[in-house]
T-cell receptor, first 114, second 114 residues
Framework: AQSVTQLGSHVSVSEGALVLLRCNYS??????LFWYVQYPNQGLQLLLK??????LVKGINGFEAEFKKSETSFHLTKPSAHMSDAAEYFC????????????FGGGTRLMVKP | EAEVAQSPRYKITEKSQAVAFWCDPI?????LYWYRQILGQGPELLVQ????????DSQLPKDRFSAERLKGVDSTLKIQPAELGDSAMYLC????????????FGPGTRLTVT
């Protein structure tokens, strides 16, 4: 069975500071990994995904994530936070050949201070 | 840009009443998903369709929830009777297929049961 743990339900950074959102996963087989962003009362938007190509994945809005198999991690980073980055972020895992079924973590709310 | 449509966006109902949600996926997407997102948590898959067939409904509370996708296009999720614990955001997503295809999410229906 697969699972996702997001450390820190709330993260606060200053505008212009580094954003680091943590995600650890467990999976019995090599997984696909995703980061989604959700703005209030909206659906989820895909930021980036890892599908066993390059371990450093670049996404939209300046975000990137690095797959580290030895640490079973897929942390999300952005060098410089913008006020518009304030949202809820979800890490998700999908096992290959498992019918595209996503298992989500509990989410991390990112707050950006001016 | 094509989007997943959902209606209504908000629904307030009394417990023991019936409620239904509608989803229209992106044209050409064969796979459709219904998720439930309780406030402060990540989405949880309720049911997955491939065309008009259910491929996974293991997390769907079948005593009160039902889902259909009769013509393999739009879908309806029903709850009867609604309970207080059903208050949540109900998200619909669609993808081109079931093998490593991106899931596109609709804006969701926020249900409040009083």
């Amino acid at each position: 069975a697969q699972s996702v743990t997001q450390l820190g339900s709330h993260v606060s950074v200053s505008e212009g500071a580094l954003v680091l959102l943590r995600c650890n996963y467990s999976s019995s087989v090599p997984p696909y990994l995703f980061w989604y962003v959700q703005y209030p009362n909206q659906g989820l938007q895909l930021l980036l995904k890892y599908t066993s190509a390059a371990t450093l994945v670049k996404g939209i809005n300046g975000f990137e994530a690095e797959f580290k198999k030895s640490e079973t991690s897929f942390h999300l980073t952005k060098p410089s936070a913008h006020m518009s980055d304030a949202a809820e972020y979800f890490c998700a895992v999908s096992e290959k050949n498992a019918g595209n079924m996503l298992t989500f973590g509990g989410g991390t709310r990112l707050m950006v201070k001016p | 840009e094509a989007e997943v449509a959902q209606s209504p966006r908000y629904k307030i109902t009394e417990k023991s009443q019936a409620v239904a949600f509608w989803c229209d996926p992106i044209s050409g997407h064969a796979t459709l998903y219904w998720y439930r997102q309780i406030l402060g948590q990540g989405p949880e898959l309720l049911v997955q369709f491939q065309d008009e067939s259910v491929v996974d409904d293991s997390q769907l509370p079948k005593d009160r929830f039902s889902a259909e996708r009769l013509k393999g296009v739009d879908s309806t999720l029903k709850i009867q009777p609604a309970e207080l614990g059903d208050s949540a955001m109900y998200l619909c997503a669609s993808s081109f297929g079931r093998s490593n295809y991106e899931q596109y999410f609709g804006p969701g229906t926020r249900l409040t049961v009083t």
